[in-house]
């Protein structure tokens, strides 16, 4: 039982070190409120750009935004 539990957090962790990996290499992503077609529809069937990513289809991705914030206070921390 404890085998299964423990190969159960190595993948979790393998899984995560490989997004982290992902998010370091390659910060963008392509927006989840218009998957990247840079306009959504609007309630009365308009097309309208994409309030989330400003028309541009691409976002910066929640790992990145994680990186960045540890980068930070570790900066601010050694000053």
Known sequence: MTTIALLASLAALVYAASYLAVCAVS?????RRCHGARSHRTTIGTRRD???????????RPGR???????????????
């Not at 994409?50 to 910066?60: E, H, S």
């Not at 935004?65 to 000053?79: K, P």
């Open 65 to 79: 935004r994680l990186i960045d914030h540890i980068r930070a206070e570790y900066r601010d921390g050694t000053r």
């Open 27 to 31: 910060p963008w992503g392509r927006c």
């Open 50 to 60: 994409c309030p989330r990513c400003d028309g541009t289809g691409i976002r910066v």
